[in-house]
T-cell receptor, first 113, second 110 residues
Framework: DVKVTQSSRYLVKRTGEKVFLECVQD?????MFWYRQDPGLGLRLIYF???????EKGDIPEGYSVSREKKERFSLILESASTNQTSMYLC????????????FGDGTRLSIL | KQEVTQIPAALSVPEGENLVLNCSFT??????LQWFRQDPGKGLTSLLL?????REQTSGRLNASLDKSSGRSTLYIAASQPGDSATYLC?????????FGAGTTVTVRA
């Protein structure tokens, strides 16, 4: 089974802090994704990476950056955390072979105080 | 921009009843469509993936149909159980990018 592991289930940070969310997958997938999920807004794509050191902006990249130095690891960075970034963050991965499913981690519930 | 609508938003049924969850999407140029389950406070579990060339896909008590030209997919869950209580999300894909509906929250009463 595909395993996507997010480093923290719950995280509490303060406004202005630099925050790192880590995600690791064990299936040698080329594609990795970061989403956020908010009540009433559903899941929205923040960033996407299709290879090491490659990234593309999703629908809501403002206030975020990402890093992919190794194939199995994809990090989401909040450069200066703000209260409106309090959310559930979900990481996913998929193979770049046509028609393959995305597999999700358990999520990180991030609270910015 | 792909818009995804899931109806109903919530559903409560007695155990044993069959469930029918509907999903519609505005752009029929999709690559495939995935159905997910989400338990409260948890991540998404992939249930079924239907390729754009397929009409339906089955896994155990789950069956999903796809009518790409009309922008519709339906998830059927046979003989529902209390353990089926969760939020179900559909997500059509344009190759790599998933677009999500708001989900249908299902409660199966024992």
């Amino acid at each position: 089974d595909v395993k996507v592991t997010q480093s923290s289930r719950y995280l509490v940070k303060r406004t202005g802090e630099k925050v790192f969310l880590e995600c690791v997958q064990d299936m040698d997938h080329e594609n990795m994704f970061w989403y956020r999920q908010d009540p009433g807004l559903g899941l929205r794509l923040i960033y996407f990476s299709y290879d090491v050191k490659m990234k593309e902006k999703g629908d809501i990249p403002e206030g975020y950056s990402v890093s992919r130095e190794k194939k199995e690891r994809f990090s989401l960075i909040l450069e200066s955390a703000s209260t409106n970034q309090t959310s559930m963050y979900l990481c996913a991965s998929s193979s770049n072979r046509a028609g393959q499913p995305q597999h999700f981690g358990d999520g990180t519930r991030l609270s910015i105080l | 921009k792909q818009e995804v609508t899931q109806i109903p938003a919530a559903l409560s049924v007695p155990e044993g009843e069959n469930l029918v969850l509907n999903c519609s999407f505005t752009d029929s140029a999709i690559y495939n469509l995935q159905w997910f389950r989400q338990d409260p406070g948890k991540g998404l579990t992939s249930l079924l993936l239907i390729q754009s060339s397929q009409r339906e896909q089955t896994s155990g008590r789950l069956n999903a149909s796809l009518d790409k030209s009309s922008g519709r997919s339906t998830l059927y869950i046979a003989a529902s159980q209390p353990g089926d209580s969760a939020t179900y999300l559909c997500a059509p894909s344009d190759d790599y990018k998933l677009s999500f509906g708001a989900g249908t929250t299902v409660t199966v009463r024992a």
